[in-house]
């Protein structure tokens, strides 16, 4: 009845194209890539089109000054914003005011974050945990910090401890729930494949569900490291004696408007900085995902 | 009921699962019993339960009565000892290859250098030993149950429940994969349960075809398959082969025709 032998098994005639190559496409012009949904453009083009809108921006507030359209006591010429860095950093209470603000937002936001990734993970993968805190932290997660901030000058005082807690009301509970949520998202199979290999029920929230979720609970503290920005000066506005939201207030009163927009590019770029550390922990802690 | 490792019997098992308001009665009092080394395969209609009682066999669903064993011991739970290969990609995208394959040995607490002696044999046998460095996502569908497979086996399961592991497959790809099975299998010497809807699959791979009735699924036919090993594809082709496939065909008519 059966004959033949089994054939060797060639491997190589499964090699399939793996999907994520990208066919070379000479074809369409330009143009056409551009109006093409989810469409690649070559790098060149990507980064004319982001520097075209700085161009702009910065173009219009130096005709806007330069060109005595608006008075310097609303918007400072460029240069004088530069000049005002230079001199902040001569004296050294430049830095001095930058250190002051990232270490409350690095404070605020390590301790959120140390708290929120574990108990995160186990709200997401257990049930009765998120039965348990999904009622409270929702209801605080939609209060306005700025309306506890009063309570905690009065808990707390007006140390870089109530600032930290500011930080860490406004990014804590939304980072829970968000994590919770990468979490709950990872696939029951991979949970049931490891079980199948001798993965224990207590071991798969740190065996399989953590690093499942890894890239998206990067992805979460990236996002939540943006909130912390925002409320440093929320924090720092209110009650502080250094940091850049207090050297802005303060130059606020004095009419300085120079240093206003020096605080203000320097929390974007501390921003930036932070944000190019998160993509960067990314392609280092989950290069599969990338 | 045998107590031989690796024999696997089912007896009476039911499952009732709620669906909204009312309860579906899906498994109604399944009995089969399979021998050491045997390559079982389980066909039905779609919705039968088929996959449900490869599910209950691995411990992670709980039948609603009756019990399964193997190797005398009675099922409470999923174990290392019943490995599974699914119809999803369940490969772990943050591990490589070889740390896929070496999973299962490195909760068993198998020292490094003996584990990449085992990862390594089974990488050669499904051939992709020179992929050991990829993700699963640089990987193509067929490739990831090629390592799915060779991580079941790696941990030297008792069992292996395979649950139509070859279903999302291209039907060239699912060609070759049934045929590394084959070979893989006839090297490994396991007690396989088989779960598929393709029937010429069914006949190439099994030692027994179960046929299954539709939901609520009840074992139809058990049908002995006596092509010498080892097969090749051909013999789909030959008069014997298709003498069994009508059998089948003729036995799962009146419950497609049931259900649709």
């Known amino acids: ?74 918007l400072p010429v460029p240069d004088a914003v530069v000049r005002r860095a230079i001199t902040l950093a001569a004296d050294g209470s430049l830095f001095v005011h930058m250190w002051s603000s990232i270490k409350v937002v690095l404070l605020g936001f390590l301790v959120s974050a140390a708290i929120s990734v574990p108990l995160g993970l186990y709200m997401g993968t257990y049930r009765i945990v998120q039965a348990a805190l999904e009622p409270m932290v929702n209801f605080i997660r939609y209060l306005p910090v700025t309306s506890l901030v009063p309570l905690f000058i009065l808990w707390i005082g007006i140390g870089i401890e109530q600032r930290i807690t500011v930080i860490f009301f406004g990014t804590f509970f939304s980072q829970l729930v968000m994590i919770a949520d990468e979490a ?18 207590s071991e798969a929230v740190w065996h399989v569900i953590f690093p499942a979720a890894l890239p998206g609970i990067i992805n979460t503290l990236r996002v939540t490291m943006g909130w912390a920005w925002t409320y440093l000066v929320v924090a720092e506005l209110v009650a502080a004696n250094s940091g850049l939201g207090f050297i802005s207030l303060k130059a606020m009163r004095g009419f300085q408007v120079d240093t206003i927009f020096l605080a203000i590019v320097l929390i974007g770029l501390l921003g930036l900085i932070s944000d190019l550390f998160f993509r960067y922990l990314r392609r280092r802690l989950a290069p599969w995902a990338v | 009921m045998s107590k031989a490792k690796g024999s696997l ?41 088929k996959s449900s009682l490869l599910y209950i066999a691995a411990g992670l669903t709980d039948a609603t009565s009756g019990h399964i064993h193997t190797g005398g011991q009675m099922v409470t739970g999923p174990g290392a000892d019943r490995g599974m290969v699914f119809q999803a990609y369940t490969l772990f995208p943050w591990l490589t290859v070889r740390n896929n394959v070496g999973y299962g040995l490195k909760r068993k607490g198998i020292a490094a250098a003996e584990r990449q002696k085992v990862v390594d044999y089974y990488l050669g046998e499904v051939g992709l030993a020179a992929f050991a460095d990829h993700y699963p996502k640089q990987l193509s569908g067929g490739m990831m149950q090629r390592v799915a497979i060779a991580r079941a086996l790696a941990n030297d399961p008792d069992i292996l429940l395979m649950d139509e592991p070859f279903g999302a497959l291209d039907s060239q790809t699912r060609h070759t994969m049934q ?23 069914a006949i190439l791979l099994g030692d027994r075809v179960i046929v299954m009735t539709a939901r609520p699924g009840k074992v139809k ?13 051909e013999i789909v082709l030959e008069p014997e082969f298709i003498a069994i496939k009508r059998r089948i065909i003729n036995e799962l008519r009146d419950e497609i025709d049931e259900t649709h």
Not at chain 1, 3 to 12: A, G, N, V, Y
Not at chain 2, 187 to 196: D, G, L, N, R, S
């Open chain 1, 1 to 74: 009845m059966i004959r033949k032998p089994l054939r060797i098994f060639r491997s190589d005639a499964l090699y399939a194209e793996p999907a994520f190559v990208k066919p070379m496409n000479n074809k369409r012009s330009l143009f056409q890539t551009f109006v093409t949904p989810f469409g690649d453009i070559p790098a060149s083009a990507a980064m004319i089109a982001g520097a075209i809108l700085w161009i702009a921006v910065l173009g219009a507030w130096a005709v806007a000054t330069y060109g005595g359209y608006v008075r310097d006591m609303f």
């Open chain 1, 184 to 201: 709950r998202a990872v696939s029951r199979d991979l949970v049931n494949a490891s079980y199948t290999l001798g993965t224990k029920r």
């Open chain 2, 9 to 49: 019997s089912v007896n009476g098992v039911s499952l009732v699962y709620s669906a909204g308001e009312k309860s579906v009665l899906a498994l109604d009092g399944i009995s089969f019993e399979v021998r050491p080394n045997e390559f079982t395969v389980i066909v039905g209609p779609s919705g039968c339960g």
């Open chain 2, 179 to 201: 045929r590394l099975l084959l070979r893989v299998w006839e090297h490994a010497q396991k007690t396989v349960a088989f779960v598929t809807h393709d029937i010429d699959e």
């Open chain 2, 221 to 233: 036919a058990d049908i002995r398959i006596d092509i010498p090993r080892p097969r090749d594809p």
